[in-house]
């Protein structure tokens, strides 16, 4: 048997998927995937680079691996630790100034993995590989997949728009797109899985083409294959969100009604400094136009606060748009200066940590409000949940997400995992919705099937 991996994953939901190809691309190679670092010959964190945390909480992990690293010397026993993703690409080298760090991989050079671990066993010398390629898209390469109800599936990967402050054009290098058929062909193929979900991602899913086809014609064609239950996508930008796509979102039932639509911020100001080409009144023109095509879609966003030179005026005009657009959620972050972007060269990271405390702690409320108030208008109505699994914050209640992505807990006897509920709501916080079943079910994964892993497993 070959050696033993044991795989952490950080950051966003590409990661995710991105571990999910890195475990087929090893489980081919003869490796095999331990549960715990204890059980590894081979620990491999996938990282993240977004803010200057994601990066301190991957140094703690290293230190804790010093002493095992010691132990396992001491018995003549391997522990090879590599680090791979987005801080890989980014810190490239420097990470093996960490006496715990083997081996750095980017995210365009994980088909080199087998020989990479192989060359260290073999040798006890680190490697690097940390080239960003123009192509590689991994589209041959058939994901080992986690349990769940959903499936991710990478349609883009890279981006080309450099907003000053991100470092992802970095990490992930230029954008390049898979093809139509090979994403259909996965599709196809996970719908006979039993996933009942899939989620498209993309840095800028706008930027998908394949030939003459655009983001709006493959979720077209993803929402035509036959027994596809639910479709998602993250993220779209807001510059050259396509209009095509909201009727196309309004055509298929199986579309979810959800658009995650990073805002950043709402002082026109800020939002040119970060580079982000779309002005506050485009944005709210673009959210007018959402809503009267869509009307039922819940949005929701991603705001920087304390980005340089922010003023007090600058932040209020954040929470105006803020609570003009009444978002159903957001996801609200510190301004992190990341080296090498436009930003940590051209603009000082100026604003104060407490300044940025501050203002971070007044948006998250105000935003909290608008969220309770929003889904306080839930009770009564009924939502359509598809069933993630057993809660554990309340024995014998199961939790899902609704159309909108809302988390939805509800109790039941009976085995809904995998399935979707019509829920009537009767209580909401600002992050949850609490209802009962109606009807039992609304639609059922094909029955014969249970998504786990990546495998057809008879029930
Ligand atoms: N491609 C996506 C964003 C991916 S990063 C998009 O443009 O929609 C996810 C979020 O992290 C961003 O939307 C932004 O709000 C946040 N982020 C990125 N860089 C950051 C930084 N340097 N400091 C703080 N937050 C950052
Ligand atoms: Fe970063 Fe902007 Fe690209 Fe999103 S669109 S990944 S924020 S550079
Ligand atoms: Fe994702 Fe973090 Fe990289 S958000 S793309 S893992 S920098």
């Known amino acids: ?21 890195i475990r087929s691309i090893l489980t081919n190679r003869g490796y095999h995937f331990a549960s715990t670092t204890e059980e590894a010959d081979v620990v491999l964190l996938n990282t993240c680079a977004i803010r200057e945390n994601a990066h301190r909480k991957i140094y703690g992990q290293l230190d804790l691996f010093l002493p095992i690293k010691k132990q396992r010397a001491k018995a003549r026993q391997p ?18 100034e960490h006496r715990a760090v083997d081996l750095v991989v980017g995210p365009d050079s994980y088909r080199a993995l087998p020989d990479l671990i ?49 470092v992802v054009p970095y990490t992930r290098g230029r954008e390049r797109s898979r093809s139509m058929e090979s994403i259909l ?22 930027s998908y083409r394949c030939g003459d086809d655009d983001f709006a014609d493959l979720m077209t064609a993803v929402a035509q294959v ?21 009727h196309v979102m309004a055509e298929y039932p199986n579309i979810c009604k959800h658009i995650h639509l990073p805002l950043q911020a709402g002082s026109n100001r800020i939002l040119d400094l970060m580079r982000r080409t779309y002005t506050a009144e485009e944005y709210l023109r673009l959210v007018d136009t959402i809503r009267d095509i869509l009307p039922m879609t819940t949005l929701t ?15 209020q005009e954040t929470v105006r748009l803020v609570q003009q657009v009444a978002f159903d959620s957001a996801y609200i972050f510190k301004y992190s200066e990341r080296k090498g972007t436009i930003a940590a060269r051209e603009y000082p990271d100026d604003v104060t940590a407490e300044i940025k405390t501050d ?33 554990d914050k309340q024995d014998g209640h199961w939790i899902g997400k609704d159309d909108g992505n809302i988390t939805t807990i509800f109790p039941s006897p009976l085995q809904t995992l995998g399935e979707t509920v019509s829920i009537e709501v009767q209580q909401a916080n600002s992050s949850t919705l609490y209802g009962v079943t109606t009807d039992h079910s609304v639609s059922v994964a094909p029955r014969g099937c249970i998504p786990v892993a990546g495998v057809v497993t008879p029930l």
Not at 133 to 160: K, L
Not at 226 to 246: A, M
Not at 301 to 311: A, N, W
Not at 361 to 377: D, N, T
């Open 1 to 21: 048997m070959g050696q033993a991996v044991y795989l952490q994953t950080y950051g966003c939901q590409m990661n995710e998927y991105d571990s999910e190809l």
């Open 79 to 96: 522990f090879i630790v590599g680090i791979l993703g987005c801080m890989a690409q980014n810190l490239k080298d420097e990470l093996l």
């Open 118 to 166: 192989g060359n260290i066993a073999k040798t006890n010398q680190p490697e690097v590989a940390a080239f960003l390629s123009e192509y590689e898209t991994y589209s041959d390469i058939a994901p080992v997949r986690q349990e769940g109800v959903n499936a991710w599936i990478a349609i883009m990967r890279g981006c080309d728009n450099f907003c000053t402050f991100c």
């Open 185 to 206: 062909h996965e599709v196809r193929q996970l719908v006979v899985m039993g996933y009942p979900q899939v989620t498209l991602l993309g840095q800028n899913v706008n």
């Open 226 to 246: 036959p027994g596809v239950q639910r479709i998602r996508f993250t993220s779209p930008h807001p510059k050259d969100f396509p209009i095509k796509l909201l």
């Open 301 to 315: 966003t991603d705001i920087i606060i304390g980005f340089p030179t922010e003023t007090e005026d600058d932040f």
């Open 359 to 391: 203002r971070i702690v007044r948006l998250i409320e105000i935003q909290r409000q608008i969220s309770f108030h929003k889904h306080q208008s839930y009770i009564g109505r009924k939502v359509h949940v598809l069933v993630e699994g057993k809660s």
